[in-house]
């Protein structure tokens, strides 16, 4: 039996092994077409590696017998991601082509309403297959954040450790893990991050201009987040009586 179970979790734990063989012919393909410098291949290496390291236990933990096509959708979703760090870390040394970081991020953009809807449709919506998708969208926030504030300074970063912020303090206020009831506004703030920063990114804009549009997606961020830790508090100290939200709801609402 336990011989059994190892074959049948064979094809599930290859799957991040395939993502990351992927990453590292994404890699390959910038440095040919761009020349990627030691920083962006060392930061997409390790990206690679991460990526493997942390989906295959996470797979390992979940117990699931098959990826599915949801996650899959965010697996390369996650491989774009790892580009767009490369060239990230590369602009340190040398500015990357704009026209190809902003077609990598739109395009990872694009995906990040794919897996949920694939999920819902072929019925494999699972808790994995949330937090993977929110973990990537997050990393990607991040990134984007590092790459705007080289021009408009180091408060840009503000958007994008804001999440790790929150996930840092629930350790030291568990109430703020408790489960959030789904919300429209707060989906559409989180996908707006994304959109207002790579239009900051695209140098399209002139710098007052495009300090205004950081300066937007700040201010939505901090209203969302703002508003869920009141709500969260308020569920703790004075409404206790909350019914917790059913976990296939957030898994829902996540992707």
Known sequence: MALNNL?????VQQEPAVGAGVQLLLLALLGTVIGLGPAGWLTGLV???ASWAVLSRALNRSGLDSFGPANRVTLGRATLVGGVTALVADSFESAPPVTLFVALTAVALLLDGVDGKVARRTGTST???ARFDMEVDAFLILVLSVYVALDLGPWVL?????????VAAARVWPWLTAPLPPSTARKTVAALQGVLLLLASSHLLPGAATACVVLLALALLSWSFGR?????????HTLPDIPPVCAEELDLAAR
Do not use: Q, T
């Not at 503000?158 to 929150?166: C, D, E, K, N």
């Not at 869920?228 to 703790?236: E, F, G, S, T």
């Open 228 to 236: 869920d830790v009141v709500w969260l508090w308020r569920r703790a």
């Open 47 to 49: 990206f690679a590696l």
């Open 127 to 129: 808790a994995l297959g």
């Open 7 to 11: 074959y049948a979790a064979r094809p």
């Open 158 to 166: 503000l958007i994008g450790s804001m999440r790790y912020v929150f």
